[in-house]
């Protein structure tokens, strides 16, 4: 089956009405685009799952908050369907704004889906209020317009993940969700959209993301567990030239903040490295 590009929500759900009348399984991949192996392996996940796969490519206005970069996000969507095609994708739906959103005219006027705030008050969702207001209500879109058997989400943005996961199983989506792992550069450098706007000289300035996540679980390893030296760990191999938003640890289960090392705890990290802002996260296993 060659991959086709959809832009109507009628046309996307009719061709889903086919599959499952046919008895297909359904895996989707919620994407803003400008796919990287990131993606493409999400995609082979999904290809791997169901029958059918379908990806978003939609820049998503309402989880941008002011002064971000939305204008100027990257918006490739003839590159797109060449990783997607190589990763097997059966479907893009790439929908407008006016299609997702029609007629609106201020993100008041929206009904939206809110997650709890005590898990959005921390890390990413601390500096960008209301983004993750944005990102839960266009994946609940996409749920209710795809209605995936499946549906397949990055660690790299792991508070999403956590949110998402927690969406499903409160608002009862008959969803399966499948966390797959960040994807990295040779070097170490996470993979991500973003990573675009990096000037040479500001790409190696990033690298001290890893470098620093690296030396704290290396230290994690060695018997270390209290977070309060990983996180100074941390502080030593980040380049005093990036910009530090957060370094957080907190429970791989409830995403609560912890003072020591005791079970899966997650380590997270956003910086700014010029004008950039990118995050990074890392898993320290017990």
């Known amino acids: 089956m060659s991959l086709i590009v959809v832009n109507e929500i009628k046309k996307l759900r009719e061709l889903v009405r086919d599959y499952r009348k046919q008895g297909k399984t359904i895996a989707l991949v919620p994407t803003m685009g400008c796919l990287h192996n990131g993606h493409k392996s999400l995609m082979e996940k999904a290809h791997s799952v169901a029958d059918v796969t379908v990806a978003s490519v939609f820049v998503n206005p309402i989880q941008?908050?002011?002064?971000?970069d939305y204008d100027r996000y990257p918006r490739t969507l003839e590159a797109d369907k060449?990783?997607?095609?190589?990763?097997?994708?059966?479907?893009?739906f790439a929908p407008s704004v006016n299609e997702m959103y029609p007629n609106l005219q201020k993100f008041s006027d929206l009904t939206m889906v809110t997650p709890?705030?005590?898990?959005?008050?921390?890390?990413?969702?601390?500096?960008r209020v209301g983004h993750f207001d944005g990102v839960e209500t266009v994946v609940t879109k996409l749920f209710n317009i795809v209605q995936p058997d499946f549906a397949c989400f990055g660690m790299k943005d792991i508070?999403?993940?956590?949110?998402?996961?927690?969406?499903?199983?409160?608002?009862?989506?008959?969803?399966?969700?499948?966390?797959?792992?960040?994807?990295?550069?040779?070097?170490?450098?996470?993979?991500?959209?973003?990573?675009?706007?990096?000037?040479?000289?500001?790409?190696?300035?990033?690298?001290?993301?890893?470098?620093?996540?690296?030396?704290?679980?290396?230290?994690?390893?060695?018997?270390?567990?209290?977070?309060?030296?990983l996180f100074d760990t941390g502080l030593t191999n980040l380049d005093k030239n990036v910009e530090l938003e957060y370094l957080e640890f907190v429970d791989f289960d409830t995403f609560k903040p912890v003072d020591s090392v005791s079970h899966n705890t997650i380590c997270?990290?956003?910086?700014?490295?010029?004008?950039?802002?990118?995050?990074?996260?890392?898993?320290?296993?017990?």
């Open 159 to 229: 508070q999403q993940l956590f949110l998402i996961k927690k969406m499903v199983a409160d608002l009862n989506f008959p969803i399966e969700i499948i966390p797959c792992p960040l994807v990295r550069e040779d070097d170490g450098l996470a993979l991500s959209s973003r990573n675009k706007y990096l000037s040479e000289t500001d790409r190696k300035l990033a690298l001290s993301l890893s470098k620093a996540l690296f030396a704290i679980r290396d230290f994690f390893k060695a018997g270390i567990t209290d977070t309060k030296k």
């Open 116 to 127: 709890p705030y005590e898990l959005t008050d921390i890390m990413c969702g601390k500096s």
């Open 268 to 286: 997270a990290m956003a910086a700014k490295v010029g004008n950039v802002r990118l995050i990074d996260n890392i898993v320290l296993e017990v």
């Open 82 to 92: 060449i990783v997607a095609e190589s990763a097997g994708l059966d479907i893009i």
């Open 64 to 68: 941008f908050c002011p002064g971000e």
